[in-house]
């Protein structure tokens, strides 16, 4: 009887769960080894060797209370889409928000990748925009507002060197009437001198901001508030004169002896310290003051200066400091004395003038500004000189002014009182200059946004009447306002200051018979880099919101009016500079943005919320005609004709008015979101089926994969009354599929499409097969042999392997040679059919069931 040694070679004593890496060679007459541990099969009828294909579905259990695709055989798989009406803007069609259902539908199951020409509104049904005609007439167009009077559509358009109105007399679908409105009197110096830059009106009257190139009648006034007839163009009324605007705030310099051009007085010398006046150094002027160490300093030696603050607001105090040469290796740094001190920057170079200064927020209402050295380093005879000191209001070191200052391209300067002993005062200089702005006639009141500041405008007031008292200021000069809009309570602006955005409420005070604008209060913050462009209140509790990014959708609470924004709804490489409201739906200009590049409007429905964050669903929308030159361009306003229910958008090439019904100019199409089942798994997709309204008119299919080229896959049409039969998808396996149907003629109609796919993964196998484990056994030699293991030693190697749950190899000892595969061991059992005795006091057979990790 042939006997083993004791253990394998140590290529074969593995950890349990390791991976074998080892030489497939048979030493102890195995037919197999799982992991290094050799076994001998114990194949026969009852316990047979097999091998299977793992299945690739499962057997579902429908729970539904109605039958529907879950309810059908595993194979093929189903996928289908009967509406679109959750707007474009879906990579993928999955099924993620399983919780998350608006109007009893899976949002995502309603929604598309992007669609051009096309309405998708209507559930369960997708049809042809309407056309667009343009109206080219050879003037800029930029600035728009409508109105109906009589029953009959009016637009008052303006821009660089234009003011038209138009006039659609004899209905929407007709060209309309245009008539320059008169520019021409010595006030506005001729449509060539003006500049339209916002339009509003009441519903009778327009209102705008007219810029002029050059001064007209009335010197130096080169913006105005204009009033008109929307019904005339005759000349309108210079309703209001707005004085010249200055980017520069005044500025105020604290110190009241910065210079030290007469003494050193208001400055305090610290212990161990002296001052003077020198005229040996000077940064500005002609003196400087000289700081000279006398010894007995404790921590910092110097001089101070207080004055008077506001708590809470921020100041920087800087001043210009000299080291002598015998100060080399000293320190000498800038400092607010308060409560707690407040350190700046310092300087430790000698023979220059450096500035060093400090930025703080006042505590108390009498800090000091301090120029300090180390009393280790200051020692008796030690100097610096200090010079030119400017405290200000400001987050910042600003450009150091004083009262005797000269005058400049922006400031002139002057001493608030007596010279070299009081504060200094830099004043803006004004000069002839546009003041920008905006009007709207929000809560039947004219609001005019000028410069930094905002107005209450009565508009029954005599021409060329100077403006009221603001009611609002923002306190940053450069501020510019460019929105006008309301909430259920409140006025609303936009504007921004640099890199910041932000939308302020003005609440109506109603003390008196007549509500007025009160003070404003920011209610909404952008992100850094968002601007605001335009805004619309719209249906009393939404506000959309068009920026440089895109379209965010604010919402009022409609007791308090308070207002919270969500995430953009619609994202945009280009500004959006308009928006406005029709049904339940937003219109928002889409420059250059199109699925085919072209310019347009983009549609926003408030009502169907596609996630959790807010964001409404969107799709593309009105297009300029084919015939349009280029379709390109920013659009800069759109609007509702009142009486038509018609949209109008501006254009560089012309103005663009929506037509009636489905239309048929250019290329309509719909793609879907990538079909993917759920799994990254190649699929084999076979058959689509698409229906419609196609009885007279056809829809055009053509499908997209990875890695391929879109191929046209069917054109099925002119059919009544019967299915238009399925149609193939692209072959091959792939992870994804995408379908777009283009819609050919006004009549054509998409319903709903479906796609079958069978599953393609890669196939595994599972292999079961029954080994021997006794003490005495017999090997494919028909010898016998005695393991060195015991038979429980055995089993109890296979369980540790079985228990880490990693793949292991799986090596077949052959007549040709050895086959190894990695293998994870899906189950294990164990069986004996004889009692223990007492040679044998544990054997049976092992079944190990293993699926195979890379066939």
């Known amino acids: 009887m042939r006997k083993l040694p004791f253990k394998l070679p140590s290529a074969y004593a593995l950890l349990p769960g390791q991976a074998a890496v080892v030489p497939d060679i048979d030493t102890g007459g195995y037919d197999f080894m799982i992991d290094g541990h050799g076994f001998r099969l114990a194949t026969d009828q009852q316990m047979p060797y097999q091998r299977e294909t793992e299945p690739t579905t499962t057997h579902r259990y429908d729970s539904s209370q109605e039958p529907g695709e879950q309810s059908l055989s595993a194979l093929p798989w189903i996928k289908s889409q009967s509406s679109f009406h959750g707007g474009a803007g879906q990579l993928n069609l999955e099924s993620a928000l399983t919780q998350f259902q608006y109007q009893q539908e899976q949002v995502e199951h309603i929604r598309y990748d992007t669609s051009l020409g096309l309405d998708p509104w209507t559930p369960g049904k997708v049809k042809r925009l309407p056309d667009v005609q343009r109206y080219a007439f050879g003037f800029d167009s930029k600035q728009v507002c409508t109105a109906t009077v009589a029953g009959v559509d009016y637009a008052i358009i303006g821009g660089t060197n234009s003011l038209y109105q138009v006039a659609w007399s004899s209905g929407p679908d007709a060209a309309p009437t245009i008539t320059a409105i008169d520019l021409s009197s010595a006030t506005f110096g001729g449509m060539s001198n003006c500049t ?32 008109g007839q929307v019904t005339s163009a005759l000349a309108p009324a210079a309703l209001y004169e707005v004085p010249n605007y200055t980017a520069y705030s005044p500025r105020t310099n604290i110190c009241v002896n910065p210079s030290f051009e007469t003494n050193t007085s208001s400055w305090s010398a610290e212990v161990g310290a002296s001052v003077a006046t020198s005229v040996t150094q000077h940064q500005n002027r002609a003196q400087s003051m000289k700081v000279t160490a006398t010894g007995g300093g404790s921590i910092f030696s110097g001089v101070h200066l207080g004055f008077t603050a506001v708590i809470g607001k921020t100041y920087t105090c800087s001043a210009y400091v000299y080291l002598d040469a015998s100060m080399a290796g000293s320190n000498v740094l800038a400092a607010v004395q308060e409560a707690t001190g407040t350190f700046g920057s310092s300087t430790t170079v000698t023979g220059v003038w450096t500035r060093i200064s400090v930025t703080f927020t006042a505590q108390t209402t009498s800090p000091a500004f301090a120029v300090w050295c180390g009393a280790a380093n200051f020692t008796a005879g030690k100097f610096y000189y200090t010079d030119a000191v400017l405290i200000e209001q400001a987050g910042g070191v600003g450009t150091y002014f004083d ?29 002839p200059q546009q003041a920008p702005g905006i009007c709207g006639w929000v809560k039947e009141r004219l609001i005019g946004a000028l410069s930094n500041s905002v107005y209450e405008l009565p508009v029954n007031v005599a021409a060329h009447t100077a403006l009221p008292t603001a009611k609002y200021t923002h306190p940053i000069a450069s501020y510019m306002w460019s929105a006008i809009s309301e909430s259920p309570v409140a006025i609303l602006l936009a504007g921004a200051s640099g890199l910041q955005s932000s939308i302020t409420k003005f609440a109506l005070d109603t003390n008196g018979n007549t509500p007025t604008l009160g003070g404003g209060a920011t209610i909404a913050v952008l992100p850094p880099g968002e601007k605001v462009l335009c805004l619309q209140a719209y249906l009393g509790s939404f506000l959309a919101i068009g920026t440089n990014y895109g379209v965010r959708i604010g919402t009022f609470d409609t007791y308090t009016g308070n207002m ?17 409201g029709r049904d339940r739906f937003i219109f928002a200009g889409y420059t250059n943005q199109q699925p085919d590049g072209k310019t347009g409007l983009a549609r926003l429905d408030l009502s ?45 090439e012309g103005i663009h008015v929506e037509g009636n019904g489905p239309g048929n100019d250019g290329s309509a199409w719909l793609r879907t979101s990538r079909i993917r089942y759920d799994t990254a798994e190649p699929k084999l997709f076979k058959l ?41 998808l692209p072959s091959g396996l792939n992870e994804w599929v995408q379908l777009r149907f283009i819609l050919n003629g006004s009549t054509c109609i998409l319903n709903s499409y479906q796609v079958k796919a069978l599953p393609a993964p890669k196939r595994q196998h599972v292999i079961t097969l029954t080994a021997n484990c006794f003490s005495q056994e017999t090997d494919k030699y028909g010898l016998a042999v005695t393991d060195p293991e015991t038979p429980r030693s055995r089993y109890q190697n296979l369980k540790d392997v079985e228990a880490v749950g990693n793949e292991v190899r799986f090596v077949e000892f052959t007549n040709t040679g050895a086959v190894a595969e990695l293998v994870v061991i899906d189950q294990l059992a164990f069986q004996s059919f004889s009692r223990p005795n007492i040679e044998d006091d544990f054997g049976g057979y092992i079944t190990l069931k293993l699926r195979t990790t890379e066939s």
């Open 196 to 227: 339209v830059g916002s339009l509003s009106t009441d519903g009778t009257n327009y209102y705008a901001v007219l810029q002029l190139t050059a001064v007209g009648s009335t010197p130096g006034i080169l913006t105005y508030i204009i009033s």
């Open 403 to 431: 009262g005797a200052s000269a005058a400049d391209s922006q400031y002139t300067y002057g001493w608030s009182g007596t010279a070299d002993a009081s504060t200094s005062v830099a004043t803006p200089i004004v000069v």
């Open 564 to 580: 919270t924004y969500g995430p953009l709804s619609l994202t945009t490489t280009a500004a959006v500079n308009a928006v406005t």
């Open 608 to 652: 169907t919320q596609v996630d959790t964050a807010g964001r409404v669903a969107w799709a593309p929308d009105l297009r300029p005609p084919t015939s349009a030159p280029t379709g390109l361009g920013a659009v800069t306003a759109v609007a509702v004709l009142p009486n038509s229910l018609r949209l109008v958008f501006l254009t560089p």
């Open 688 to 728: 689509g089926r698409v229906r419609g309204s196609l009885d007279s008119s056809t829809i055009s299919i053509v499908g997209s994969a990875p890695y391929q080229s879109d191929s046209n896959l069917a054109t099925l049409g002119f059919v009544t009354g019967s299915d238009p039969g399925e149609f193939r």
